[in-house]
């Protein structure tokens, strides 16, 4: 593990607020699933979440891609492999936010 940057923190803030709009809870777990990215947080120990972002490319098998744990101390990056997920992420939250602020 090592400290998140910047950009990484802002890649789980994203996928935060996607699962805040469109999640499954199971429990303390937080899913959401499309074709192509699939995100999860879960509770971690000393009162953390962690984020997960698994990517599945057109040719077909499913890999992890970013791995976080945000806990009081700071936000710490356990797997970032940046790659097109990228933009698919950012265009659900896109897609997220203009339902959100009609909401408030």
Same mark, same amino acid.
């Given at each position: 593990?090592?400290?998140? $940057?910047?950009?990484?923190?802002?890649? &789980?803030?994203?996928? !935060?607020? /996607?699962?805040?709009? #469109?999640?499954?809870?199971?429990?303390?777990?937080?899913?959401?699933?499309?074709?192509?990215?699939?995100?999860?947080?879960?509770?971690?120990?000393?009162?953390?979440?962690?984020?997960?972002? $698994?990517?599945?490319?057109?040719?077909? &098998?499913?890999?992890? !891609?970013? /791995?976080?744990?945000? #806990?009081?101390?700071?936000?710490?990056?356990?797997?970032?492999?940046?790659?097109?997920?990228?933009?698919?992420?950012?265009?659900?939250?896109?897609?997220?936010?203009?339902?959100?602020?009609?909401?408030?």
């Amino acid at each position: 593990m090592r400290p998140s $940057n910047q950009h990484e923190i802002n890649l &789980r803030n994203l996928a !935060v607020a /996607v699962l805040n709009y #469109r999640d499954l809870s199971a429990g303390n777990v937080r899913h959401f699933n499309t074709k192509n990215v699939e995100l999860t947080s879960f509770p971690i120990t000393k009162n953390g979440r962690g984020v997960t972002i $698994n990517y599945r490319p057109p040719e077909g &098998r499913t890999h992890s !891609v970013f /791995v976080c744990h945000s #806990r009081r101390e700071g936000t710490e990056t356990l797997l970032y492999l940046p790659g097109i997920w990228e933009s698919d992420l950012k265009q659900l939250a896109a897609d997220a936010r203009p339902k959100l602020k009609a909401a408030s």
